[in-house]
């Protein structure tokens, strides 16, 4: 698999796990664990997790191969890419370690600006990598 591949999987995985939060939140669930997609929640978060975990790495060696005079440009966003990562992963892993996930606390972690940021961050690194795809 390629880094651009690797990327495209990382975004896609969080895309789809806001997606389902959306849905998620609407539903006026209380409790994760009395709910059929109360189990799928989890599965989509701890996927986005993992994405948003190994999404700088991914990116840093897709950097590392580009000519030098583009790869500065990479390397900044890089960084930016990193902290907002880190802390939307914060957020995300404190809601997966509850016991009892309610439409509410979904809710809260989707308006967190430190998880729009990081997917504010993916929306722009997914176009540049489809962009890259097409080239």
Same mark, same amino acid.
């Given at each position: @698999?390629?880094? #651009?591949?690797?990327?495209?999987?990382?975004?896609? !995985?969080?895309?789809?796990? +806001?997606?389902?939060? $959306? !849905? +998620?939140?609407?539903?006026? /669930? =209380?409790?994760?664990?009395?709910?059929?997609?109360?189990?799928?929640?989890?599965?989509?978060?701890?996927?986005?997790?993992? !994405?948003?975990?190994?999404?700088?790495?991914?990116? &840093?060696? @897709? !950097?590392? =191969?580009?000519?030098?005079?583009?790869?500065?440009? +990479?390397?900044?966003? #890089?960084?930016?890419?990193?902290?907002?990562?880190?802390?939307?992963?914060?957020?995300?892993?404190?809601?997966?370690?509850?016991?009892?996930? &309610?439409?509410?606390?979904?809710?809260?972690?989707?308006? &967190?600006?430190?998880? %729009?940021? #990081?997917?504010?961050?993916?929306? $722009? #690194?997914?176009? /540049?990598?489809?962009?890259? %795809?097409? &080239?």
């Amino acid at each position: @698999m390629t880094e #651009l591949e690797k990327i495209q999987n990382h975004c896609d !995985a969080i895309e789809e796990w +806001y997606e389902f939060m $959306l !849905a +998620y939140a609407a539903q006026g /669930i =209380a409790d994760d664990r009395e709910s059929q997609h109360g189990s799928q929640l989890r599965e989509f978060l701890a996927k986005a997790v993992a !994405a948003a975990t190994d999404l700088p790495e991914a990116y &840093s060696a @897709m !950097a590392a =191969a580009l000519p030098p005079a583009v790869s500065p440009r +990479y390397i900044r966003f #890089l960084e930016v890419l990193k902290e907002d990562a880190v802390k939307a992963l914060v957020a995300m892993e404190l809601v997966l370690a509850q016991l009892n996930i &309610s439409s509410q606390l979904i809710d809260n972690l989707n308006a &967190s600006l430190h998880v %729009r940021t #990081l997917l504010t961050d993916i929306f $722009l #690194l997914d176009e /540049i990598v489809r962009q890259q %795809r097409l &080239s």
